[in-house]
């Protein structure tokens, strides 16, 4: 298999657990929405949990993992596209599977397949890696906070990390 290398076994090891981490801290969100609304339809617990969900994603993804964890992997354009094609799909698609059938694995491994996927694609270094990687690029969010913002090269046609990241230029 190509895609197992060196560099890639650690990505994938992070996907790992990054996704069974995620898979269960998002059915961690339903089943405190089940309890919360024990006397609510099914649809109006759903729709509590993906509300739960989506600010929690929302202010961690901007305001920590982006900013203090993960390396640069954004640029303006691709934090805009990314919400709309990939997370809002996922967690739509994964918690009306779930909503339907409460099978929890299941959930769990598509959340693990798809953050595995993230890892591989947003190259995730190493700790031990000695590639160049930018820190993200921040701005002023809420309340002055520091929110993710995307990297802006100074030369877009001709940025290395563009290329290597696969970012719009």
Avoid at 86 to 103: G, M, S
Wanted: aromatic share 14%.
């Amino acid at each position: 298999m190509t895609f197992l290398t060196s560099a890639t076994r650690p990505q994938i090891a992070f996907g790992l657990l990054w996704g069974a981490a995620s898979g269960l801290l998002f059915l961690s969100f339903y089943h405190l929405a089940q309890a919360v609304s024990s006397t609510w339809a099914p649809w109006q617990v759903w729709l509590l949990a993906y509300a739960s969900i989506a600010i929690w994603q929302w202010l961690w993804q901007d305001y920590c993992w982006d900013v203090y964890i993960s390396p640069e992997h954004d640029s303006p354009l691709s934090i805009k596209i990314k919400v709309v094609a990939t997370h809002i799909p996922n967690i739509t698609a994964c918690l009306i599977f779930f909503a339907l059938y409460e099978n929890h694995a299941i959930f769990v491994a598509l959340q693990t397949w798809a953050l595995v996927g993230a890892s591989l694609a947003m190259r995730m270094p190493a700790p031990w890696s000695r590639e160049v990687t930018p820190p993200a690029t921040r701005s002023v969010g809420l309340f002055g906070l520091k929110r993710a913002s995307g990297y802006v090269p100074v030369d877009p046609a001709n940025d290395p990390y563009l290329r290597a990241a696969h970012l719009p230029r």
